[in-house]
């Protein structure tokens, strides 16, 4: 079974630009989860979704934003990029039922913001 | 929202040592809780969960506890290892079911 699989693995940005991040879930999985892990810091809550629809965003600005399509596949776009995006995006997803919150990460997709 | 503190910030052992780290949340609604471990350029990994209908649960030289009167609960790594050497973090799922993570604990386990 494929687990979470995310892309693109690096990216370089300068500031001002957008980037879209992309997530596939476990197959199964309604869930998807996303997460901000700056270096050597911890991982912040960003947005989580589930069977299509926002449930809950972090303290995040506006300029971060995403989707999960009907597949569960999820995007991330962060708009107006600063210096201080830079960070290890995570994704996470999880099924619902029994297994429900049982989070299993991607390796992540580390931005750069030059 | 959930909030989830978690100490200490580090901690290092010498092998063979017992490690705890601890964690509370705010959110008395909350019900699950998994610890993860996260090596060095690596994703989480859950190591071990515990849902709020029991007190204690153990895997191995890994154990947890939850106590949810006072809204904390605890990994228990016993007769560590260099292996054991990582981030952990403690989370806790809040009512509305999204999940909110500890700042992280860095255990180094000395040989």
């Known amino acids: 079974e494929a687990g979470v699989t995310q892309s693109p693995t690096h990216l370089i940005k300068t500031r001002g630009q957008q980037v879209t991040l992309r997530c596939s879930p476990i197959?199964?999985?309604?869930?998807v989860y996303w997460y901000q892990q700056a270096l050597g810091l911890g991982l912040q809550f960003l947005l989580w979704y589930d069977e299509g629809e926002e449930r809950n965003r972090g303290n995040f600005p506006p300029r971060f934003s995403g989707r999960q399509f009907p597949n569960y596949s999820s995007e991330l776009n962060v708009n107006a990029l600063e210096l201080e995006d830079s960070a290890l995006y995570l994704c996470?997803?999880?099924?619902?039922?029994?297994?429900?919150?049982?989070?299993?990460f991607g390796a992540g997709s580390r931005l750069t913001v030059l | 929202g959930e909030n989830v503190e978690q100490h200490p910030s580090t901690l290092s052992v010498q092998e063979g040592d017992s490690a705890v780290i601890k964690c509370t949340y705010s959110d008395s609604a909350s019900n699950y809780f998994p610890w993860y471990k996260q090596e060095l350029g690596k994703r989480p990994q859950l190591i071990i969960d515990?849902?709020?209908?029991?007190g204690e649960k153990k895997d191995q030289r890994i154990a947890v506890t939850l106590n949810k009167t006072a809204k904390h609960f605890s990994l228990h790594i016993t007769e560590t290892q260099p292996e054991d050497s990582a981030v952990y973090f403690c989370?806790?799922?809040?009512?509305?079911?999204?999940?909110?993570f500890g700042a992280g604990t860095r255990l180094t386990v000395k040989p």
């Open positions: 996470a997803s999880s099924s619902t039922g029994a297994g429900a919150n049982v989070l299993t």
């Open positions: 197959s199964g999985h309604t869930s």
């Open positions: 989370a806790a799922s809040g009512h509305n079911n999204d999940m909110r």
């Open positions: 515990i849902r709020s209908n029991v």
